[in-house]
């Protein structure tokens, strides 16, 4: 057992204490009966979904987390713009020149659509 398992074993144990958990197969068949997310006996949620379907949850999860990444990298830079494109001469960068307008029309879009977004609260510890 790797030590990252090891370690989420010991927290499990740790929170759950005596309270017996089900087997992932049985933590699946529960949340597939329910509807509901079952923890399992390794610390793991299970959806009861098709894992194609988690799948391809996992991969929006990854790809929105990359993107907003980026975006606080870029807000966060303290390089100067014209500085950084003119050091990318020493650097590979394929295509950076063809994707920075979409980018910036992409980046433009994503602006209008939180300014319009009342579900996100305005003055957050990053604004």
């Known amino acids: 057992m790797s030590?990252?398992?090891?370690?989420?074993?010991?927290?499990?144990?740790?929170?759950?204490?005596?309270?017996?958990?089900?087997?992932?197969?049985?933590?699946?068949?529960?949340?597939?009966?329910?509807?509901?997310?079952?923890?399992?006996?390794?610390?793991?949620?299970r959806s009861g979904f098709p894992p194609e379907v988690v799948a391809k949850a996992k991969a929006d999860m990854q790809a929105i987390y990359a993107v907003t990444r980026g975006i606080l990298a870029i807000a966060e830079s303290e390089f100067d713009p014209a500085e950084l494109a003119?050091?990318?001469?020493?650097?590979?960068?394929?295509?950076?020149?063809?994707?920075?307008?979409?980018?910036?029309?992409?980046?433009t879009r994503f602006a209008k659509a939180l300014e319009s977004n009342t579900r996100l609260e305005s003055g957050g510890p990053t604004a």
């Open 3 to 45: 030590t990252s398992k090891a370690r989420l074993r010991k927290i499990v144990n740790e929170v759950f204490g005596d309270v017996k958990l089900p087997t992932p197969s049985e933590a699946r068949r529960m949340a597939r009966a329910t509807g509901m997310s079952v923890a399992d006996n390794t610390g793991v949620y």
């Open 86 to 107: 003119g050091r990318l001469e020493y650097w590979h960068c394929p295509g950076i020149r063809a994707k920075s307008a979409p980018a910036l029309a992409w980046l």
